[in-house]
């Protein structure tokens, strides 16, 4: 599955998307319509707290993802309809900013993302083997 995540900024929700879908197996990509340019300290700071280092990851353009059809265009909550995007399938999330919020709550949005993508990996696994016997 090919997987891309968007909201505006490319530096909180998406970015911890991309990370959770790769561990996954998932071949995620992350953008934001206005990227800020960095990935926020804070992000970085909660997905190391699982083990998975984010300062690899950049906050990036929707022009900077490969010119391909994902089979899910993801958006964040940010109401960002990314028409320029080919997909099969896009789904909205509606998943708060938590960029002002305290650690805990940056927590809480964080472990519904990694939830979410758990989710949409397994539905995927699920549509391949269904595909697989027929």
Known sequence: MKAVFVCVENSNRSQMAEAFARLQGVQAYSAGSRPSGKVNLRAIAAMQELGYDLTTHHSKSLE???????DVVVT???GDACP?????RREDWQIPDPKEMPPEQFREVRDLIARKVKELAANARERVSDSDQT
């Open 76 to 78: 964040m909550g940010c």
């Open 84 to 88: 320029a995007l080919k997909a099969k």
């Open 64 to 70: 900077d993802l490969p010119d391909e059809t994902f």
